[in-house]
């Protein structure tokens, strides 16, 4: 019979220097959702309105494996000038990285960790639209990685731009 660390998959202890990434808290900092013109605006609409989301990440580290990374969803829906809501929420967690390569450390921090707060962020928001009177809105899944490289050459731009 094999021996089991007791947790019944008849294998031993994780080895220890495997890379890992635990969420140890979800929270919410900050979050408003506007219905400006209410009622008026929960009537039926001749076009279908503009939607506008910009996101932000943003991360601290809190310890030396410890960060704090944000997720700032900001938007708003209408129609020409008359807005029908507006929404900000700012979702953080705490995430302790270990055995991860210095090199790879901020890549994990600005894509892993975003792309794992984002689904709980869109349901916020989701949730909140819904509860203003109007048909939820479900955001489209984001491309982190593809946000993390547009920074990063922003970054390495204005960089080249200065040194100039």
Do not use: W
């Amino acid at each position: 019979m094999a021996e089991t660390n007791g947790n019944g998959s008849g294998q031993g202890a994780p080895d220890q220097g495997q890379p890992s990434l635990h969420a140890l808290v979800q929270f919410t900092k900050d979050f408003s959702f506007e219905n400006p013109n209410a009622p008026r605006s929960l009537g039926p609409q001749e076009k279908a309105p503009n939607i506008s989301i910009q996101v932000n990440v943003n991360a601290k580290q809190l310890a030396e494996n410890d960060f704090e990374v944000n997720i700032l969803l900001e938007g708003s829906a209408g129609q020409d000038s008359d807005t029908l809501f507006k929404f900000e929420l700012d979702y953080a967690g705490v995430f302790r990285l270990t055995n991860i390569p210095p090199d790879n450390m901020h890549p994990v921090v600005m894509i892993e960790c975003p792309r794992l707060l984002f689904p709980f962020a869109r349901q916020i928001i989701a949730e909140a639209i819904r509860g203003g009177g109007f048909p939820p809105l479900y955001i489209d899944p984001i491309d982190f990685a593809a946000l993390y490289q547009s920074r990063m050459s922003d970054i390495a731009r204005a960089s080249g731009a200065a040194l100039s």
